[in-house]
């Protein structure tokens, strides 16, 4: 399983990003995928998800009507538009995925791309 994360950067604060995550090794079209942030002294945290086919999408509180998750199966690709950044969403973003295994899940991530809001 490999996670490729692009499209970090800085950014002013009201700017925006995409984020984008290129995955290999797996089914993707069947793989729950999720962007998680960790910003430095604090615990990583969920900030959205999106089911296999796209359907079904969740977002943390805290980027709800800013951010939006979104795949593309033909392209093996998930992306997180960031819209109206603020500086407390400075973190490092990760690509996860993960699989079942016999008594819970395996956990995949990439090597996470830089975000910084700031004037």
């Known amino acids: 399983v490999q996670l490729v994360e692009s499209g970090g950067g800085l950014v002013q604060p009201g700017g925006s990003l995409r984020l984008s995550c290129a995955a290999s090794?797996?089914?993707?079209?069947?793989?729950?995928m999720s962007w998680y942030r960790q910003a430095p002294g604090k615990e990583r945290e969920l900030v959205a998800r999106?089911?296999?086919?796209?359907?079904?999408?969740n977002y943390v509180d805290s980027v709800k009507g800013r951010f939006t998750i979104s795949r593309d199966n033909a392209k093996n690709t998930v992306y997180l538009q960031m819209n109206s950044l603020k500086p407390e969403d400075t973190a490092v973003y990760l690509c996860?995925?993960?699989?079942?295994?016999?008594?819970?899940?395996?956990?995949?991530w990439g090597q996470g791309t830089q975000v910084a809001v700031s004037s």
């Open positions: 090794g797996f089914t993707f079209s069947t793989a729950e």
């Open positions: 999106i089911n296999s086919d796209g359907a079904t999408t």
């Open positions: 996860n995925t993960y699989a079942r295994v016999l008594f819970g899940r395996r956990d995949y």
